[in-house]
């Protein structure tokens, strides 16, 4: 006969097939063993549920205040314009976060499973980083900060897709903006080391608390003050995808209430 039972296994949660056939009919007949190391499996399928799960989460919060601002406007604002507008912006800023977490989402699948190549070439630093700073400059300005960018002369080029690089840095500096109380210092560096470019945008904002601080590359993962910020808690796992996809590592160093520093490395271009 067969039987076959599956396996969950210690702390580092390896998951096993065990498949065991007798191969012949009799008393002490020798028998096959199959083991089917199904771990890699096990943890994506895992991965995937919370995935959804999380994303289900993150559309419930704004659908349930869209559907008390439509009965507010349904039962109380009716036939006053001037109420029924204001619940209209609101509701209007919802759909907006909800459009936000559904785009997110797509682009973090679509990182994951490889369906969005990277177009790597060997590209100038200040490519991916001044565009950035010129984009994000007036909001910065708004917020009362001071953004600046010191990129030594004679840097190498990096190899990277420049699109997909420009979009983390655009991820970072938004959160420092963000994360930074008006009167702070936002800058953006970039520097060789080894064979690598380490590109840091440091803020002297709010900062990250010493346990959180692992936990900021996880999709979905927001600090409690960040709650009231507007943002999906995935721009960081994008930026981290779209890094190691490129070969390189990206990391953060911070100290609640001075200040956080996000880098990300790159390799040269040649
Ligand atoms: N510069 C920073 N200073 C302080 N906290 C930060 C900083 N950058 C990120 N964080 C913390 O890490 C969390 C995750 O950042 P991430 O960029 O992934 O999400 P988000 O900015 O909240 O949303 P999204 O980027 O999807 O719009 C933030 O919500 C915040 O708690
Ligand atoms: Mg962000």
New binding site residues.
């Given amino acids: 006969g067969e039987r076959s039972e599956l396996l969950e296994i210690g702390p580092e949660a390896l998951f096993w097939r065990v498949i065991v056939t007798t191969l012949e009919e009799q008393d002490r007949a020798p028998c096959l063993v199959i083991l089917q190391d199904l771990t890699e499996m096990h943890r994506l399928q895992t991965m995937r549920q919370q995935f959804l799960g999380n994303v289900s989460h993150e559309l419930r919060t704004p659908l349930a205040s869209l559907k008390a601002l439509v009965e507010t406007m349904r039962d109380a604002a009716a036939g006053d314009p001037e109420a029924s507008q204001h619940f209209l912006d609101l509701a209007e800023r919802e759909v907006d976060s909800l459009t ?1 977490v559904v785009q ?1 989402s797509l682009e973090l699948s679509r990182i994951e499973s490889g369906r969005l190549p990277l177009r790597l070439a060997p590209t100038p630093v200040a490519e991916v980083i001044l565009p950035v700073v010129e984009r994000l400059g007036p909001q910065a300005e708004r917020a009362g900060l001071e953004v600046s960018c010191s990129l030594p002369d004679g840097l190498p080029q990096v190899l990277a897709d420049p699109e997909r690089v420009r979009q983390v840095v655009s ?1 970072l500096l ?3 903006i ?2 930074t109380p008006s009167g702070g210092r936002v800058q953006i560096s970039a520097q060789q080391v080894g064979d690598e470019v380490v590109i840091s945008v440091t ?1 002297t ?4 608390p010493r346990e959180d601080l692992p936990r ?1 590359f996880e999709r979905f ?3 409690d ?2 709650r009231s ?9 994008i930026a981290k995808h779209i890094i190691q996809g490129h070969g390189g590592r990206v990391w953060a160093d ?1 100290l609640e209430g001075q200040g ?1 520093d ?1 880098s990300f490395s790159l390799p040269l271009g040649n």
């Avoid at 910020?229 to 796992?237: D, E, F, I, Q, R």
């Fill in positions: 936000q997110e991820n938004h959160n420092a963000k994360f803020d904002g709010v900062g990250i900021v993962y927001r600090a003050q960040a910020k507007g943002g999906t808690g995935l721009g960081l796992a911070s956080s996000f």
